[in-house]
């Protein structure tokens, strides 16, 4: 697989189903991009740890979102799709780095402030998560790293950690650079924020006609009256309009004349969703379980490979390799 490309890798938590933020900002430009890389997508699943305590809905969850990685279209043949425990390397990594950074620097994170602002545990895994996704990143010699602009700090983190390592034991890794696509950098909620698993406002990627509908129809609106012009700058099922809906100048246009309502948007919106997603479906549908086991082992192969020989490596600089 290694011919001279760049390298590309992402990783989603394994930590629930996955919405359609997740797809939009992460999942949908990896599956645009991966064919002209070496690519790495990778299951997330212990910084799933640091917030899910369940384990039969650990592992429901990995299955599941190989299955979303390979229904949302990726090839296993062509990425090399792996799970983060299946490599030791990337946690043995981590705390190489947690010697490099300092505390003030770690409580700096955006996403650890959000998270113990919302209520989650502020547990030691948490703060130090952007360490080991420093290491997810680095171990791979990873040129970009297609996420969401809530991971931009995450990404700088994990270039600070290999200018931090470099210095200190000489050149060995390469510094990553974030791919965020400006118009999809943070879909929307349904009640305009973040859309977000931990602020319950999400539509879910791979939820039943019903559910997505549901999720739709909820969406916050103000109280213009059916017939007045409504914004397009300020409507959350309007942002969401320009990632699913193909006649988007024609809606746009009844939204400036007046002659489309909230509720008509809504059911134009949620029906665009479903139909962008049934060949997704159906893809997801004709994988066994069997079959998803499989790729992980597979991809867990060519990972643990690139993964040991970078950190056997990283072992000798650091002084430790004696024999
Ligand atoms: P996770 O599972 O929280 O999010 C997965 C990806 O979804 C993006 N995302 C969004 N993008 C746009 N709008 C939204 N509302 C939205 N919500 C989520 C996130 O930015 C992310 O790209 N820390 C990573 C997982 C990870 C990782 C890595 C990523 C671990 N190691 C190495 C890249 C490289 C995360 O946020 O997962």
């Known amino acids: 697989m290694s011919d001279g490309k760049k390298r590309l890798l992402t990783g989603l938590q394994p930590s629930g189903q996955l919405h359609i933020g997740n797809y939009l900002g992460a999942l949908k430009p990896f599956v645009e991009s991966y064919g002209e890389y070496e690519s790495y997508l990778m299951v997330a699943d212990y910084h ?36 983060q425990s299946d490599v030791p390397e990337h946690t043995e990594l ?17 996403a ?30 990873t040129d970009i790293v297609p996420v969401g602009a809530d991971q931009r700090q995450h990404v700088e983190y994990a270039r600070e950690a290999a200018a ?4 200190a034991f000489g050149d060995t890794f390469k510094e990553p650079q ?38 739709v129809m909820s969406i916050v609106t103000d109280s213009t009256a059916v017939g007045a012009p409504l914004d397009t700058d300020k409507d959350i099922t309007f942002a969401l309009h320009r ?19 909230y509720k008509e948007s809504k059911e134009l919106l949620a ?6 997603i049934a060949p ?10 069997e079959a998803v086991i499989q790729i992980l082992k597979d991809g867990a192969e060519v990972a643990r490979a690139k993964a040991s020989a970078k950190m056997a490596d990283v072992r000798k600089k650091v002084g430790v390799a004696l024999y």
């Open 48 to 83: 799933a740890l640091t917030s899910l305590k369940n384990p039969a809905q650990l592992g429901e969850g990995i299955i599941d979102v190989v299955a979303d990685y390979v229904a949302a279209g990726v090839n296993p043949t062509q990425a090399t799709i792996f799970k």
């Open 178 to 215: 974030e791919k965020i696509s400006e118009d999809i950098a943070a879909v929307p909620g349904v009640d305009g924020k973040k859309m977000s698993k931990s602020y319950g406002n999400t539509i879910p990627l791979f939820g039943t006609d019903d559910a997505i509908r549901a999720a």
């Open 164 to 167: 931090k390592f470099n210095q």
């Open 280 to 289: 997704m479906r159906e893809r997801r549908g004709a994988l066994s379980r």
């Open 112 to 141: 650890y402030k959000d998270k113990v602002a919302k209520g989650l545990e502020a547990n030691a895994g948490l703060f130090t998560y952007p360490m080991l996704m420093a290491a997810d990143i680095l171990l791979y010699d």
């Open 243 to 261: 990632h699913f809906t193909p006649n988007l100048a024609e809606i746009q246009k009844r939204y400036v004349d007046g002659t489309i309502g």
């Open 94 to 110: 981590a705390w190489i780095f947690d010697c490099l950074v300092t505390v003030p620097f770690l409580q700096q994170a955006h």
């Open 271 to 276: 029906h665009n969703i479903i139909a962008t």
